[in-house]
């Protein structure tokens, strides 16, 4: 048989199995983009967590450990684990370049110096690459196990599934507190806010995109920015343990500075609070400025101030005056972080990532 019978036999089967194999409607066809069949072993979905640290050399290998093992029952989805180093001091800088040796999933991102416990986290979240994108704090006090739940979550459609702690192992003084401030930014603003959401989650690739367009801030708030987008949003509900190994990095400023900064960035009510107590004040001065002249002229030989009254009211006075300033502070220290408009962090390197 020559060779071009040959060619035109098989160009002629090449036909028949093609006029055999159905069509997609285009309905179809866009549900198999989405979910490929097996049979075409389609790439797997890729799924980055972020884990930010700073002196963290006896839970990130633990951290990175049991993320593994959640992993391992998921074998649907590509996992890879992106650590960002704050400039750590005790060694955990080599221990991450160790990890990255071992596994190729694992990223590193070494910041030039500290950064804070705000910004460092936002740049690697921004960083990262995945259809999903999970965060996951050094600590352990937020388990990495469910993530399982949270992914469940995600393929229902969810671009924003939020860890909620119900429970917590810390003082209850302090969760009470912790209670009551998230209830008054919840007054003191218009958008849902999550109670006890410490940004502990997965978030869509749409929602990390919307979040790099739409969002410039120099000193983020990411609780508000998941909060602003207002987009649907699933809760998964764990019990916060205690730190067990290490030292926490929290102190009374950077609570204070992340409950400010939360209050600053969705709600002007403070601004508008300062306004109304300004006129509050100078209704009461007014009043008593009248009750006391009318006692004056009342009892005009008997009645005796003395200099109390005058003491008391310019402590109160000045304690009004200096509120307020604090807050108008707040607030224009806030646009002074925008106006200057400086970068997240500087990377001093990068370990496993991919030419830029």
Known sequence: MSTETEK??????????????????????????RHPSRDRQPSRRLITI???????????????????????????????????????????????????????????????????????????????????VGCLFADLQDPPELFVEMIRQWEQGTPIVAAIKNTSEESGLMYALRTAYYRLVGRLTNVEVLEHFTGFGLYDRTVMD??????????????GMIAELGLPHAKVFYNQKRRERGKTKNNFYTLYDMAMLGITNLSKVPLRLVTFSGFVS????????????????????????????????????????????????????????????????????????GPR
């Open 8 to 33: 035109a036999l098989r160009s002629a089967d090449t036909g028949r199995a093609r006029e055999k194999s159905p069509r997609l409607s285009p309905l179809a066809a866009r549900r198999e983009s």
């Open 50 to 132: 972020v884990t930010p640290c700073y002196n963290e050399v006896l839970n990130v290998r633990e951290v990175h450990r049991r993320m593994l093992e959640m992993a391992a029952g998921l074998s649907e989805y590509r996992f890879e684990h992106l650590f960002i180093d704050n400039a750590s001091t005790d060694g955990t800088v080599q221990l991450l370049r160790e990890m990255a040796a071992e596994d190729p999933t694992v990223k590193v991102i070494l910041n030039a110096r500290n950064f804070g416990h705000i910004r460092s986290p936002f740049h690697a979240l921004l960083q990262a690459e995945g259809d999903a």
């Open 210 to 223: 919307l979040i790099r367009t739409n969002f410039r801030d120099p000193y983020p708030y990411f609780r």
């Open 282 to 353: 100078a209704i009461l001065s007014f009043l008593a400025g009248l009750f006391y002249f009318a006692y004056k002229l009342a009892f005009w030989s008997h009645f005796t101030v003395g200099i109390a009254p005058l003491v008391i009211g310019l402590f109160f006075m000045g304690s009004v005056q200096l509120i307020g300033l604090g807050i108008i502070g707040e607030y224009v220290g806030s646009i002074h972080t925008f106006a200057q408009n400086r970068p997240l962090v500087t990377e001093r390197e990068r370990i496993n990532f």
